[in-house]
T-cell receptor, first 115, second 117 residues
Framework: EAGVTQFPSHSVIEKGQTVTLRCDPI?????LYWYRRVMGKEIKFLLHFVKESKQDESGMPNNRFLAERTGGTYSTLKVQPAELEDSGVYFC?????????????FGPGTRLTVL | AQKVTQAQTEISVVEKEDVTLDCVYETRDTTYYLFWYKQPPSGELVFLIR??????QNEISGRYSWNFQKSTSSFNFTITASQVVDSAVYFC??????????????FGTGTRLTIIP
């Protein structure tokens, strides 16, 4: 069974440009989460999808970030326009719906560098 | 608000030594879940263990063991007879149990463990 995949693995862009990150969750996982780790700090929650619906987007930094999950399958996270402080590693995780304390399976992350 | 503290930023030990990674958490919830994840050099986060707040039994899995103590709000992780392959960043995390279906994780800042051959 394929795990969570993320594309690209690395992205280097200039301030003001746009970048789109993609996450493919494990097949059948309704929950999809985005997290971000900035400059060696803790990994912070960004938002949570249940299927195609945004369940919680309280962690989104500002309106330059837009997340979508069309058809409840893969998800994209767009940053437009990118700023220097957006640099970091963006992780995606998925888990099954139902129950509590479900294990979240993480992807390898996308390392974003904004110059 | 939830918080997870991993006070040890970096630890280095010689191979075959035992090492304990500390994790202290804060939450107002009576139902919650604690996790440990390992991040090897390849970058992905690998799930190691989950513990719910009602189960204070310690757990052992091979060379790994976990000590959950609600009285001190700690969930420490011990590696016995460490090996070079244990070198990684280890994250402790917490999720609330009351928000059914929305279990965002609150992470600590991680502990970088280096095992010296």
């Amino acid at each position: 069974e394929a795990g969570v995949t993320q594309f690209p693995s690395h992205s280097v862009i200039e301030k003001g440009q746009t970048v789109t990150l993609r996450c493919d969750p494990i097949s059948g996982h309704d929950n999809l989460y985005w997290y971000r780790r900035v400059m060696g700090k803790e990994i912070k929650f960004l938002l949570h999808f249940v299927k195609e619906s945004k369940q919680d987007e309280s962690g989104m930094p500002n309106n330059r970030f837009l997340a979508e999950r069309t058809g409840g399958t893969y998800s994209t996270l767009k940053v437009q326009p990118a700023e220097l402080e957006d640099s970091g590693v963006y992780f995606c995780a998925s888990s099954q719906w139902g129950g509590s304390g479900n294990e979240q399976f993480f992807g390898p992350g996308t390392r974003l560098t904004v110059l | 608000a939830q918080k997870v503290t991993q006070a040890q930023t970096e630890i280095s030990v010689v191979e075959k030594e035992d090492v304990t990674l500390d994790c202290v958490y804060e939450t107002r919830d009576t139902t919650y879940y604690l996790f440990w994840y390992k991040q090897p050099p390849s970058g992905e986060l690998v799930f190691l263990i989950r513990r719910n707040s009602f189960d204070e039994q310690n757990e052992i899995s091979g060379r790994y063991s976990w000590n959950f103590q609600k009285s001190t709000s700690s969930f420490n992780f011990t590696i016995t007879a460490s090996q070079v392959v244990d070198s990684a960043v280890y994250f402790c995390a917490l999720s609330e149990g009351r928000n059914f279906g929305n279990e965002k994780l609150t992470f600590g800042t991680g502990t970088r463990l280096t095992i010296i051959p």
